[in-house]
């Protein structure tokens, strides 16, 4: 006769596992972005996502961990996006805008968030040399994007395409440090302004740059 108890199968436990961690992060990002990184505790989050405070732990080595995952999530879109562009024949220029806004939609919910981002990065070793790793594979990426833009002729050839990249994410990096201090809603105009600048700068040497589609627009709009 079969025993009448069941087990979840692997699958099932699989996924409660993931929808645990995904609780928890998500509660944690929320706790930092309304109280701030440093008054965040530990049993704050854990309270938050409705799990026992020792539950954290098997997910998260540390609460500075959160913020190593948090990098991790931004470099999983950052590979679906540029995947995408391997499939479509959208501009460079304005998929290198639409890049921009999309990898700092969720450091730019609130400016607290984004500066215990940067704290991440003097964190403790394990956290800042994970938050390294992460930086070299972001590189990597953008890298390939560059060089889908050189192929196209899209993006200028003469500079390597990893040196281009690294202007790119100091770019955006910094931007989004400089708005932090403020925590206003001049993200996106901050974003625009600096990207539209570094355009000149990446566009081909053999003439003018073209037109980055919709900045003419945006410029009547707002004039």
Known sequence: M??????????????????????????ALDLFAKHGFADTTVEDITNAAD???????????SKDHILLAFA???????????DNLRNTNEPVPQFLRTLAVRMTE??????SLMRA???????????????????TRGH??????????????ELRKDLPAGDIAHVFRQTVFGTLLIWSLYGDD????????????????LS?????????????QEARHES
């Open 106 to 111: 969720e450091p730019g919910r609130n400016p």
């Open 186 to 201: 001049s993200l996106s105009s901050r974003i625009r302004t600096a990207f539209d600048v570094l355009w000149q700068g």
């Open 2 to 27: 079969s025993s009448l108890l069941t087990t979840a199968s692997p699958d099932r436990r699989q996924r409660r596992s993931s929808q645990t961690r995904e609780r928890l992060f998500r509660a």
């Open 117 to 135: 981002l940067l704290l991440a990065n003097l964190s403790s070793t394990p956290v800042r040399d994970g938050m390294r790793i992460n930086q």
């Open 72 to 82: 991790e999530m931004q470099l999983s879109k950052l590979k679906s996006i540029i």
């Open 204 to 216: 081909p040497r053999d003439g003018l740059a073209p037109a980055v589609p919709g900045v003419q």
């Open 140 to 153: 990597q990426l953008l890298t390939e994007f560059v060089e889908i833009g050189q192929q196209r002729g």
């Open 51 to 61: 799990v026992g405070k020792g539950t954290f732990f098997n997910y998260f080595p």
